[in-house]
């Protein structure tokens, strides 16, 4: 069993930065973190991942050489650094750990924290 919990969000105004943190509890070696975000009216979508390897790290497009996905192994915390913000940041963002490798699908994600949310004002 494996439970996430989102801290971080805040409200800031575009161009500045955040930076989300993921704290687990459970065991993690076996799973693919990610970052998912969710918007008023819109579907869940993929931000970013960090296999389980560490080795493997992916971006979407929307937010590649913006964000920064890394993890503290001795805390079992993933964090998200998010530079440059913009207006289209603005959701509830979520991490998730799945088993499947590599996934961008939220479907194929098992565990969910409760989500933070991240306004940015223009």
């Known amino acids: 069993q494996v439970q996430l919990v989102e801290s971080g969000g805040g409200l800031v105004q575009a161009g500045g930065s955040l930076r989300l943190s993921c704290a687990a509890s459970g065991r993690t070696i076996n799973y693919d973190m990610g970052w998912f975000r969710q918007a008023p009216g819109k579907e869940r979508e993929f931000v970013a991942l960090m296999g389980r390897n560490v080795l493997s790290i992916y971006y979407a497009d929307s937010v590649k050489g913006r964000f920064t996905i890394s993890k503290d192994n001795a805390k079992n915390t993933v964090f998200l650094q998010m530079n440059s913000l913009k207006p289209d940041d603005t959701a509830i963002y979520y991490c998730?750990?799945?088993?499947?490798?590599?996934?961008?699908?939220?479907?194929?994600?098992?565990?969910w924290g409760q989500g933070t949310q991240v306004t940015v004002s223009s």
């Open positions: 998730a750990a799945g088993r499947q490798y590599g996934s961008r699908r939220p479907e194929d994600y098992e565990y």
